[in-house]
């Protein structure tokens, strides 16, 4: 494990930090942009190689700030070709990114972007039933620069730059705002990874609040909401965030995000058979949606072991799926990549932790 003397990472500052700091050294700001285009733009990978700057500011460069990537642990190769990474941090903890590549396949079209699905936190303390990023527990927010590291090094893992960020591995996004939002910073801008705030979702258990202080950031990214129970009988079942925010109050804070941006909510709904994908949770669902002008996205469950739950039938999903569509819903159905490779966020960070002998505590159902 690394000492707690580690130097900070280069990975977690803006462009506006970097002027900062090199103005306090008596440095021109210009010597920011070149430090950034090395750091981004050329993915260097020492201070002393950034020949453009003076030998005493890359002498200092290396004493005060670090450029290590996250160390891969395991990537798995889906047989599909989505790949999963596992990263260990600075502390020892494990984080995942799955790469899903630019030939995916839903239902209803073929995706042109290599997408990246970004981890927030090390584990996840909102307790859904159903998923494994919250079997061992929370353990902390992740940093900006292992948010930002995880793209910069799947992209480098793979050969592969992304086009895509979805904020939904591990963890709740909305939980770790302001780290969230200051990485989201970093990762859109030009002198950064430059990728389209267009091309970025953050997705979130429904934290309505959170979601309404989202919508005030001067970005157009994307909201999804992980839904996955359209009345708050069933949604409590398995989300206890239902409780704190029911829908009501989440359904609020959409329409708050709906008058400041233009990109359509998505709602995603996984299927878990004998939940919550009945025909009548279907027509509600669409009622839901309908108003907000709603996309959804059905995910068939990705069965975690330990957990009771299964997806259901192919024709249980294509008749959930039918009854959005014929209610005017813009809906998809995911015949989903990584089912081969645990892609459920959590699965792979999971049975790491079990192979190295870390005591999962499984909570109370």
């Given at each position: 494990?690394?000492?707690?003397?580690?130097?900070?990472?280069?990975?977690?500052?803006?462009?506006?930090?970097?002027?900062?700091?090199?103005?306090?050294?008596?440095?021109?700001?210009?010597?920011?942009?070149?430090?950034?285009?090395?750091?981004?733009?050329?993915?260097?990978?020492?201070?002393?190689?950034?020949?453009?700057?003076?030998?005493a500011l890359r002498a200092e460069l290396e004493t005060a700030f670090s450029l290590d990537r996250l160390a891969v642990v395991r990537a798995t190769g889906s047989l599909d070709a989505t790949r999963k990474f596992l990263f260990r941090l600075h502390d020892g903890r494990l984080v995942e990114t799955v790469k899903i590549p630019a030939n995916a396949h839903f239902d209803g079209g073929r995706s042109d972007r290599v997408t990246l699905c970004v981890s927030s936190q090390v584990g996840c303390a909102y307790?859904?039933?159903?998923?494994?990023?919250?079997?061992?527990?929370?353990?902390?927010?992740?940093?900006?620069?292992?948010?930002?590291?995880?793209?910069?090094?799947?992209?480098?893992?793979?050969?592969?730059?992304?086009?895509?960020?979805?904020?939904?591995?591990?963890?709740?996004?909305?939980?770790?705002?302001?780290?969230?939002?200051?990485?989201?910073?970093?990762?859109?801008?030009?002198?950064?990874?430059?990728?389209?705030?267009?091309?970025?979702?953050?997705?979130?258990?429904?934290?309505?609040?959170?979601?309404?202080?989202?919508?005030?950031?001067?970005?157009?990214?994307?909201?999804?909401?992980?839904?996955?129970?359209?009345?708050?009988?069933?949604?409590?079942?398995?989300?206890?965030?239902?409780?704190?925010?029911?829908?009501?109050?989440?359904?609020?804070?959409?329409?708050?995000?709906?008058?400041?941006?233009?990109?359509?909510?998505?709602?995603?709904?996984?299927?878990?058979?004998?939940?919550?994908?009945?025909?009548?949770?279907?027509?509600?669902?669409?009622?839901?949606?309908?108003?907000?002008?709603?996309?959804?996205?059905?995910?068939?469950?990705?069965?975690?072991?330990?957990?009771?739950?299964?997806?259901?039938?192919?024709?249980?999903?294509?008749?959930?799926?039918?009854?959005?569509?014929?209610?005017?819903?813009?809906?998809?159905?995911?015949?989903?990549?990584?089912?081969?490779?645990?892609?459920?966020?959590?699965?792979?960070?999971?049975?790491?932790?079990?192979?190295?002998?870390?005591?999962?505590?499984?909570?109370?159902?």
């Amino acid at each position: 494990m690394a000492s707690l003397a580690r130097l900070p990472s280069a990975f977690g500052l803006t462009l506006e930090d970097w002027i900062e700091w090199v103005e306090a050294r008596g440095q021109s700001r210009f010597r920011a942009k070149q430090i950034v285009e090395w750091i981004y733009g050329r993915r260097a990978k020492s201070w002393d190689g950034m020949t453009n700057l003076p030998q005493a500011l890359r002498a200092e460069l290396e004493t005060a700030f670090s450029l290590d990537r996250l160390a891969v642990v395991r990537a798995t190769g889906s047989l599909d070709a989505t790949r999963k990474f596992l990263f260990r941090l600075h502390d020892g903890r494990l984080v995942e990114t799955v790469k899903i590549p630019a030939n995916a396949h839903f239902d209803g079209g073929r995706s042109d972007r290599v997408t990246l699905c970004v981890s927030s936190q090390v584990g996840c303390a909102y307790d859904c039933k159903f998923c494994a990023s919250g079997l061992a527990g929370f353990t902390r927010n992740l940093e900006v620069e292992e948010i930002v590291g995880q793209v910069v090094a799947a992209e480098e893992e793979s050969g592969e730059a992304a086009s895509n960020l979805v904020f939904m591995g591990m963890g709740e996004p909305l939980a770790n705002l302001s780290r969230l939002t200051k990485a989201i910073a970093i990762l859109n801008a030009p002198w950064g990874l430059d990728i389209g705030a267009r091309h970025m979702t953050v997705s979130t258990s429904g934290l309505a609040p959170q979601i309404e202080r989202l919508a005030e950031l001067p970005v157009q990214i994307r909201l999804a909401i992980s839904l996955h129970g359209a009345s708050d009988e069933v949604r409590e079942r398995i989300m206890p965030v239902n409780r704190k925010y029911p829908l009501a109050r989440l359904f609020e804070a959409l329409e708050v995000w709906r008058e400041r941006k233009k990109q359509r909510i998505t709602f995603e709904y996984i299927l878990i058979e004998g939940v919550n994908d009945s025909p009548e949770q279907a027509a509600l669902l669409a009622r839901r949606a309908k108003p907000l002008d709603a996309k959804v996205n059905l995910i068939p469950y990705n069965v975690v072991e330990g957990l009771p739950w299964v997806r259901p039938s192919e024709a249980r999903q294509e008749s959930f799926l039918q009854i959005l569509r014929r209610a005017g819903v813009v809906a998809t159905l995911r015949r989903e990549k990584g089912h081969d490779i645990a892609a459920a966020c959590g699965q792979l960070r999971l049975q790491e932790e079990t192979a190295e002998g870390v005591a999962v505590v499984r909570r109370k159902e």
